[in-house]
């Protein structure tokens, strides 16, 4: 399975391009800048289409087989939206540009804000951070200042359940508050008790992802939101995960105070790889003057039905201030506006509806073939125990080897930590009843594999060009240039 380096296809030579006749006078290259230790392959053009098109065909990707990874949402990213991405006005904007030549930008920003809030039940949305992780920051530091600018400097500390997001606590922690861990009752909610225990007027707020990381939707919500709000604190909901809520429930009518929305997740622009992405934050009437800025705003309202207002940017009065160049990533703000455009009303509540379907689909297939912990309805994921009974050797990250050599991705694997083996599922709602079918097959075969033949699960994944890296090393350590050196990072 290992491909060739582009070195060791090269032959003196042989060429790529012709260059026209020199109409020029030569003259030598400047030795000293030239490194003569760096070898060129000499190939032809075709070796090069070929070598390169081979080695991208190595990628896994969301456009070349399923990829059920657990709180990522890998859903289809439709093609329409980097049309409208590419339009060369919006993707052409230089950022710098004055209000009266990006009407057409700002007019996109303040839609997008209005249907985030609209969609959340929020009063106020801020575009600007980058990602969720930065939008659970801006949210914090939102949470902080409003605490500051009513005099209470005594909240120290932010609640956070053991099924959150593992950025949840980083992001406490980061934005200066001590973090206090809440335990999950036997069915996967929080533990109504321990949160009573620990709210008191030391609590800047409690941060929750819904639904949990174990894939299921509070039981006690509003009970949580009430005990906590009791001991004057704000509620923070992780929303990375909306395509298990929208158009069915608004989390600002809830009570949450502040929301982040992963823009790169729920409403389709690419993600993936450590590209750009959009964690866009919603908050009610009290933090709205919080909000990181700037916020696309209507600064003169049209004076006829014939004609569109004037928009502009502000930064909110007591803003936590800027994190990001300019306004955030417009490139995946034109992708979400025109995937939330596409879909409507009744399209935004049909992605939840089989987003949550899908996932019970599954969760029901494989209920006899695996140990389920938390068996009850999920919403857009569930979380199942890898490993079987009698066979001891075989882990969750045997069976995640062996689906890439049925061509599926993977599952989100040992997370969340709360559960033994965990491989977490998330099919999303763009698939196929078929896609899901394979899915299900696939995984009781591998079920019976590590019966019959444990060692096959053990060694896999067998197709691609190296077998098990150390992932932590080959993440930190990148090497993207020869097979040879990858192998030996693999042997040892
Ligand atoms: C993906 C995710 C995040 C983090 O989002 P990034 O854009 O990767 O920073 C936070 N919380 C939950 C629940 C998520 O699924």
């Known amino acids: 399975m290992t491909l060739p380096t582009i070195y060791e296809i090269s032959e003196p030579g042989r060429r790529g391009v012709l260059l026209p006749d020199c109409d020029v006078p030569e003259s030598d290259l400047p030795a000293d800048l030239l490194r003569h230790e760096l070898e060129l392959p000499e190939v032809s053009e075709l070796q090069v289409i070929r070598h390169f098109t081979n080695l991208s065909q190595k990628n896994y990707s969301i456009d070349t087989g399923f990829y059920p990874l657990g709180s990522c949402t890998m859903k289809y990213n439709p093609r329409i939206n980097e049309d409208m991405a590419r339009l060369p006005g919006f993707a052409q904007l230089h950022p710098l540009t004055d209000v009266d030549g990006s009407q057409g930008a700002l007019a ?62 980083a992001t406490v922690t980061m934005a200066g508050y001590e973090v206090v861990e809440l335990p999950s009752d036997d069915h996967g909610d929080v533990d109504l008790e321990a949160l009573k225990a620990a709210c008191d007027d030391t609590v800047a707020g409690m941060m929750i992802t819904v639904p949990s990381t174990l894939g299921l939707f509070e039981s006690h919500i509003l009970d949580v939101i009430e005990a906590v709000h009791d001991c004057g604190g704000l509620m923070y909901m992780d929303g990375a995960n909306m395509n298990a809520l929208m158009g069915v429930v608004k989390p600002g009518e809830l009570g949450f105070d502040v929301m982040h929305y992963n823009l790169h997740k729920t409403f389709s622009t690419p993600h993936g790889g450590g590209g750009p992405g959009s964690g866009a934050v919603g908050v009610n009437d009290k933090l709205k003057p919080f909000l990181p800025g700037p916020i696309a705003v209507i600064l003169e309202e049209a004076t006829d039905d014939e004609e569109a207002p004037l928009y502009g940017l502000q930064m909110p009065e007591k803003s936590i201030g800027r994190l990001k160049a300019f306004h955030g990533n417009f490139g995946m703000h034109s992708r979400a506006y025109t995937y939330i455009r596409i879909h409507g009303d009744s399209g935004i509540k049909d992605i939840t509806r089989y987003a949550v379907l899908n996932a019970n689909y599954i969760r029901a297939g ?120 990858m192998q030996s990072l693999a042997d040892d």
Request: glycine share 6%.
């Open 108 to 169: 996109l920003m303040y839609q997008l804000q209005q249907w985030l809030g609209e969609i959340s039940g929020f009063d106020g949305v801020s575009l600007v951070p980058a990602a969720g992780a930065q939008g659970e920051f801006a949210g914090i530091l939102m949470i902080r200042n409003y605490h500051l600018d009513r005099g209470d400097t005594k909240r120290t500390k932010i609640l956070v359940p053991n099924s959150a997001h593992g950025t949840n606590p």
């Open 366 to 485: 494989l209920k006899d073939t695996y140990h389920i912990p938390y068996p009850r309805i999920c919403a857009h994921e569930f979380v199942l125990e890898g490993h079987f009974d009698g066979v001891d050797d075989v882990h969750a990250l045997d069976i995640s080897k062996r689906l890439m050599d049925y061509n599926i991705h993977p599952p989100t694997n040992y997370f969340p930590l709360i559960v033994h083996e965990a491989l977490l599922i998330e099919p999303t709602e763009t698939e196929t009843k078929a896609t899901l079918d394979f899915f299900i097959d696939t995984m009781k075969k591998i079920a019976q594999e590590a019966k019959d033949d444990p060692e096959l699960l053990k060694s896999a994944p067998h197709i691609t060009p190296v077998s098990r890296l150390d992932e932590v090393r080959a993440a930190k350590q990148l090497v993207l240039c020869c097979a040879p050196v």
